[in-house]
């Protein structure tokens, strides 16, 4: 089948509209229309339904293995101009509120100190979004907090360890320096980012809620910087990895709550990327340093 068909028709599917699928591959749509026949016609059997507006069933079956096929030709040429070239290049990847915080300001220093010349793009976010950005192909990795993220064939997640945490408050707190209870520190506004559902379902009973209710948290951020600048400045209780909150509590800016029945809260930090993509140089470069950092900053996790 021809390669160029088969692009056509996964945008197809995706768009679920001729027009825009024409637009999205640059193509008139007369001129797509053909294609899509064509492609058909080497099938012998309808794709689309034009009136669902849909894939047929042999449409499904079709598209699935034309995906693989697209991504295992991007990967070869990828490959053929990783073996061509030397050159570290341009490097995009993406990573989680915590190892934002945590691991990523020693990462950038080491790739940058030691190879001033390359591109970096890092995007900052939650597993979810990051998930979409590299199924897209448009980041290399991502590392971030995994427990949530969807059992699927082409992931690839190479485990970074625990870091642990817990709710912290300004020295100032009403609630500073004494055992209090979760509802307690919630009465205040509880600041989080985007916490696995196990823990949420925790707190959620904690808070008396019905099984499997989850809270509605004062303020949910992905900006580690946030929370803490929160903390500082107002009486609402954050969540924190203890290395997001490490410098602040030895100035004495921050402490953490005793919170009575508390659950365990700790990022889960994994790498994760496609399998079967070969990582170009830089990117294998900077899985090594995001490996190392983690193993010195998740130290004290490992112990306890």
Known sequence: MDLKRLRHFVALAEERHFARAAERVHLSQPAFSRSIQALEGEAGMPLFDRDAGRPTPAGEF?????????F????????????????LGAL???VGPFPAATLLPSVLLQLRTAHPGVQLRVEVSNWTLLLDRLLAEDIEFFVADIRDLPVRPELAIAHLGFQLGGLYVRASHPLAG?????????????????????????LGR????RKGETPAFALECDDVSILRGLALTTDAACALTHAAAKADVAAGRLVP?????????????GIVSLQGRTHAPLAVRAI?????VARTVNAPAAAA
């Open 62 to 70: 079709v598209l699935a293995r034309a995906r693989r096929l697209l």
């Open 178 to 202: 004494r055992r209090c209870t979760f509802a307690q520190a919630w009465a205040h506004g509880v600041a989080t980012s985007r916490l696995p559902l196990v823990v949420r379902r925790a």
């Open 72 to 87: 295992d030709v991007r990967n070869l040429r990828r490959d053929v101009d990783l073996y061509r070239g030397a050159a």
């Open 288 to 292: 090594a340093l995001m490996g190392g």
């Open 206 to 209: 904690l808070l008396g809620l």
């Open 92 to 94: 995009a990847f993406g």
């Open 257 to 269: 709550l005793e919170v009575d029945g508390l659950p365990r809260l700790a990022s889960e930090m």
